[in-house]
């Protein structure tokens, strides 16, 4: 796995904390304030990147959505971000905090690596704990193994 490397491209495919990562539910990124997650809505402009099975990395289709979000992020420069990082239910509940922590991260970094100013953003590690989906399949496991992203008016 990639820990804070390129993809060639300049693009942070990793994650920030060298793969330490674990936030036990706590924000942090280049934020310097911690942000109330109450305080942040879901924007339909922006769209959640996905995940491979037990993976951080952003995979080709993803950063291309995450391209459409940082051009909407860069137009709209008032906005706050919070990404959300999220596992599927398989898995321990602290393995799944530091996975979720560096896919949050992961996206983070992509983002800022396109020009969005990393103070806008924090990140929160939710793992397992806030599923999309709760059936059993590996369909529903994928759509639970995203980054999710809210903003706030600043």
């Known amino acids: 796995k990639a820990d804070g490397t390129t993809d060639g491209s300049g693009r942070a495919v990793g994650s920030a904390d060298g793969g330490r990562g674990g936030s036990s539910g706590q924000m942090y990124g280049g934020s310097p304030n911690r942000p109330n997650p109450k305080e942040f809505a879901r924007v339909g402009d922006l769209k959640d990147v996905h995940f491979a099975f037990d993976r951080y990395e952003i995979r080709p289709e993803d950063a291309q959505v995450l391209e459409a979000n940082a051009e909407t992020l860069k137009a709209n420069p008032s906005w706050a971000l919070l990404i959300e990082g999220h596992t599927d239910q ?65």
């Open 90 to 154: 398989r898995g321990t509940v602290e393995y799944n905090m530091a996975l979720a922590d560096r896919r949050a991260r992961a996206s983070m970094h992509y983002l800022v690596s396109l020009g969005v100013r990393s103070t806008r953003i924090a990140v929160i590690s939710y793992g397992k704990e806030r599923p999309m989906c709760a059936e059993v399949s590996e369909d529903c496991w994928g759509q639970n193994r995203r980054a999710h992203f809210l903003v706030k008016a600043q």
